[in-house]
């Protein structure tokens, strides 16, 4: 068995803090504004597809995962979280998804033992390149990854003035994040900006589909 791929700096110290923030997270107006449109762009690339097996990955309280359940009913639904405070939100949602604990850079599942992975609001926390790996790995052939992710609208000042990416909030630029898919090996079916109501155009995310071929 190969070496798992380390995970983000403080990473257990901000799954920590998830455990912590999960009774407050379901609040209205924090999912409507700010996480519900990006999680609507994940269930529409799901609806066109069709997959039987399907993984939420950082399922949080699992809002979207049992979305997928109830709305698109593939074959079976997984959420996956590091987080058991989070998990133990989602237990309460929904008996129908299977939650599981786990690394998005050491998923808890075989080799081609899915048909799609999403994740919404989360990627930013992630080793991205050993995270996508990872989605390539759990994939059939033919599968779909579909990322949401912050990503900046404008160019780096500091990166254009002085060459060097200084990016520890880790949000690519649209080409960087066709970059880790295809370096993982997908082919990028699908990217544009997350639709927003005009006021929320701050939070400025994008969403990549990527296909194993
Ligand atoms: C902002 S919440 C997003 C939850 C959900 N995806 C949503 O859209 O509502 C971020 C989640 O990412 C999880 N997380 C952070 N790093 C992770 C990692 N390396 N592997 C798995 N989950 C992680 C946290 O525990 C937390 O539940």
Same mark, same amino acid.
């Given at each position: 068995?190969?070496?798992?791929?380390?995970?983000?700096?403080?990473? #257990?110290?901000?799954? !920590?803090?998830?455990?912590?923030?999960?009774?407050?997270?379901?609040?209205?107006?924090?999912?409507?504004?700010?996480?519900?449109?990006?999680?609507?762009?994940?269930?529409?690339?799901?609806?066109? !597809?069709?997959?039987?097996?399907?993984?939420?990955?950082?399922? =949080?309280? =699992?809002?979207?995962?049992?979305?997928?359940? %109830?709305?698109?009913?593939?074959?079976?639904?997984?959420?996956?979280?590091?987080?058991?405070?989070?998990?133990?939100?989602? %237990?309460? %949602?929904?008996? !129908?998804?299977?939650?599981?604990?786990?690394?998005?850079?050491?998923?808890?599942?075989? #080799? +081609?033992?899915?048909?799609?992975?999403?994740?919404?609001?989360?990627?930013?926390?992630?080793?991205?390149?050993?995270?996508? %790996?990872?989605?390539?790995?759990?994939?059939?052939?033919?599968?779909?990854?579909?990322?949401?992710?912050?990503?900046? !609208?404008?160019?780096?000042?500091?990166?254009?003035?002085? =060459?060097?990416?200084?990016?520890?909030?880790?949000?690519?630029?649209?080409?960087?994040?066709?970059?880790?898919?295809?370096?993982?090996?997908?082919?990028?079916?699908?990217?544009?900006?997350?639709?927003?109501?005009?006021?929320?155009?701050?939070?400025? #995310?994008?969403?990549?589909? +990527?296909?194993?071929?």
């Amino acid at each position: 068995m190969s070496t798992p791929a380390p995970r983000q700096p403080l990473n #257990d110290v901000v799954t !920590r803090f998830w455990s912590f923030a999960a009774p407050a997270y379901d609040a209205g107006f924090l999912q409507r504004w700010v996480y519900r449109p990006a999680q609507d762009e994940l269930i529409a690339a799901l609806r066109s !597809r069709h997959p039987a097996r399907v993984a939420d990955i950082a399922c =949080g309280t =699992g809002i979207l995962a049992d979305r997928i359940e %109830r709305e698109l009913s593939p074959e079976s639904v997984y959420g996956v979280d590091m987080s058991e405070g989070m998990l133990n939100e989602a %237990r309460e %949602r929904s008996p !129908r998804v299977q939650w599981l604990t786990g690394p998005a850079e050491q998923l808890p599942f075989d #080799d +081609g033992a899915l048909d799609a992975v999403v994740t919404s609001s989360a990627f930013h926390f992630f080793n991205q390149p050993a995270a996508v %790996r990872e989605f390539y790995r759990v994939l059939a052939p033919g599968g779909i990854a579909a990322v949401t992710a912050m990503s900046p !609208r404008l160019p780096d000042p500091i990166k254009q003035l002085s =060459g060097i990416a200084w990016n520890p909030a880790k949000q690519p630029t649209p080409r960087e994040m066709s970059t880790l898919f295809t370096d993982a090996g997908f082919t990028v079916a699908e990217q544009h900006r997350v639709a927003r109501p005009a006021w929320t155009l701050v939070v400025s #995310d994008l969403i990549t589909v +990527g296909v194993k071929n």
